[in-house]
C-alpha cells in the first residue's frame, strides 16, 4: 500500500490528511492489525491503487480490498483533540503542530527553506513551502507556540515522542540553534522524547549544544546517497557532500550513542538497490539507523509524477537491512523518538519484528 496508495471511497474518514509541508504529505494515517501506517492517497499513484478502503462503519472500521476481493479491515485514527484549541497569541494548533501516525507529534520549526527559494537549488521532492502558502502552517513556531502544543498534545491525546525538522536557514548551524532553542521551552513544559532534524551543522559542536537543549535523538537526512542522484534531485543540498554527513554522523553518535541518530533514505529515486545497501552497511557501522522509505511523489513538485518504488524493490532492501540491524543491535523500538520509532512510513520495523518475534 506505501508503494501505490490507497483510494478512499470517503476522503473525510478519521482525521484529515496531510498536503504540504515537510515529512509524510499527502498521506493519511490508517491502523491496520494495530499497526498505523501512513499511506498516501493523495498522489497520481494513489488516484490508480488497486486498493480501494470502503467507508466506515458505525464502528468506525473499513474494509480494504484489492481487485474487488476484501482483504481486512482498517481503521483511521480520530483527530486530535488539541486540534481545536489556539495558542495564547490566537493560533490554531494545528497551524504550529500536527499528529503523525497515532502519537507522534511534528512540526516544521521554520516552514522556509534557503534551498527552497529557487528551482535550481530546490529538492525536487520537497514541498515545504505549499503548506505555508495555503495558509495551513506559520513560518516560524516560537518556542513558547511549541511548549504549549506539546504540553496539551501530551495531556489530551497521549502523545508519545516529538520530531521537530526545519527548513535550512541561512548559518553554519543549518538550523541547529533553533531546534536547540525549541527543544529547551518543549522541556521545560513537558516531559516529552523529541528528536530534531536538519542538515549537518558545520561545527560538531551543535550536537552538544543539541543535546543539552533537550534533543534526544538527531536526524540528518541523505534521502539519495549516490552523488549523479543527489546532484539531478537535490541540486542545493547535494553541496554538502556524503563524505560530510559520514563525518557528522560520526561526531553525533558519540554524542547521542549508537541507536540514537538516523538519516532517511527515499528508495525509489534512482539509488540501485546495492547502493542504498552498501552505504547502509556503512551507516549502521557507524551506529546510525537507515530509515529506508518508499518514495511517494507529492502533487506540485517537480517529481509529481515520478513513479513510486515497487513492492518487490523495497523488499530486496528491508529485508537484508532488518537483519544488518538486528545483528547490530539497532532496532526500532529502541530508538527514543522519531521517524524510526514511529515506523509509520517504511515497513522496515515489521521486518525487524518478523526476525525477533
Do not use: N
Amino acid at each position: 500500500m506505501q508503494s501505490f496508495g490507497a483510494r478512499l471511497v470517503d476522503p473525510k474518514a478519521g482525521h484529515e490528511s496531510r498536503r504540504g509541508g515537510a515529512g509524510p504529505s499527502d498521506h493519511k494515517a490508517l491502523t491496520i492489525d494495530g499497526m498505523t501506517v501512513m499511506v498516501p492517497v493523495h498522489t497520481a499513484p494513489a488516484f490508480e491503487s488497486p486498493y480501494v478502503v470502503e467507508k466506515p462503519d458505525e464502528a468506525g472500521k473499513s474494509r480494504i480490498s484489492r481487485d474487488g476481493k476484501v482483504l481486512g479491515e482498517v481503521s483511521f485514527p480520530l483527530r486530535p483533540r488539541f486540534y481545536e484549541r489556539s495558542t495564547a497569541d490566537g493560533i490554531p494548533f494545528s497551524q504550529i503542530a500536527v499528529l503523525h501516525g497515532r502519537d507522534v507529534l511534528a512540526t516544521t520549526v521554520l516552514q522556509t527553506c534557503i534551498r527552497y527559494q529557487s528551482r535550481t537549488k530546490t529538492c525536487q521532492f520537497c514541498a515545504i513551502g505549499q503548506s505555508l502558502a495555503a495558509g495551513r502552517t506559520i513560518a516560524h513556531k516560537t518556542p513558547a507556540q511549541l511548549a504549549e502544543v506539546a504540553k496539551a498534545a501530551v495531556e489530551l491525546d497521549g502523545v508519545k515522542h516529538m520530531v521537530m525538522t526545519t527548513g535550512t536557514p541561512r548559518g553554519d548551524d543549518r538550523g541547529a540553534a533553533v531546534l536547540a532553542e525549541s527543544a529547551r521551552a518543549i522541556k521545560a513544559a513537558v516531559d516529552l522524547p523529541i528528536q530534531g532534524q536538519c542538515e549537518p551543522p558545520e561545527d560538531d559542536v551543535w550536537f552538544e549544544r543539541m543535546k543539552e537543549g533537550g534533543i534526544d535523538t538527531l536526524g540528518m537526512h541523505l534521502e539519495a546517497v549516490t552523488p549523479e542522484i543527489r546532484a539531478r534531485i537535490m541540486p542545493g543540498k547535494a553541496q554538502v557532500p556524503v563524505e560530510k554527513y559520514m563525518r557528522s554522523f560520526e561526531a553525533a553518535v558519540k554524542v547521542f550513542g549508537r541507536g540514537q541518530v538516523s538519516t532517511y533514505i527515499l528508495a525509489g529515486l534512482g539509488d540501485t538497490r546495492e547502493a542504498i545497501l552498501e552505504i547502509c552497511e556503512q551507516l549502521v557501522a557507524l551506529g546510525v539507523y537507515p530509515f529506508v522509505v518508499p518514495f511517494v511523489p507529492i502533487s506540485g513538485t517537480p517529481l509529481e509524477s515520478h513513479p513510486t518504488p515497487t513492492p518487490a524493490f523495497m523488499h530486496s532492501i528491508l529485508e537484508p537491512l532488518s537483519r544488518m540491524l538486528i545483528d547490530s543491535g539497532l532496532k526500532a523500538v529502541d530508538i527514543k523518538a522519531g521517524c524510526g520509532k514511529c515506523g509509520a512510513c517504511s515497513a522496515l520495523s515489521t521486518y525487524e519484528r518478523r526476525l525477533t518475534a
